[in-house]
């Protein structure tokens, strides 16, 4: 059974910094690719930013290079995603998913989420 559970969400001031953590069963962690997504309010869930298993490649959208960094703990099946500089556009519902997929950049390859975690950044 697939399981991902993320925290570490929360209230924030703009500037400000938060430490997203996704927790994986070890069947789910040894997948190609995690990722992370976002959805707000009203929008479609969007493709933030992933790390591939096999030699730690990160891909990041263009909004958050430079301020999210993606990192996993192999010994812990827990994957990260530190956010630091947060702007208000940065406020969604968090997720992390896996994929076997090359297709990994693409939110369509991912099939299992977990229930997320909020983050909201106040201007």
């Known amino acids: 059974q697939v399981q991902l559970v993320e925290s570490g969400g929360g209230l924030v001031q703009a500037g400000g910094s938060l430490k997203l953590s996704c927790a994986a069963d070890?069947?789910?962690?040894?997948?190609?690719?995690m990722a992370w997504f976002r959805q707000a309010p009203g929008k479609e869930r969007e493709f933030v930013a992933s790390?591939?298993?096999?030699?730690?490649?990160?891909y990041y959208i263009d909004s958050v290079k430079g301020r999210f960094t993606i990192s996993r703990d192999n010994a812990k099946n827990t994957m990260y995603l530190q956010m630091n500089s947060l702007k208000p556009e940065d406020t969604a519902n968090y997720y992390c998913?896996?994929?076997?997929?090359?297709?990994?950049?693409?939110?369509?390859?991912?099939?299992?989420w977990g229930p997320g975690t909020q983050v909201t950044v106040s201007s």
């Open positions: 070890g069947r789910t962690f040894s997948s190609h690719a």
């Open positions: 790390i591939l298993r096999s030699d730690g490649s990160t």
């Open positions: 998913s896996a994929t076997n997929s090359f297709l990994f950049l693409d939110k369509v390859a991912y099939a299992h």
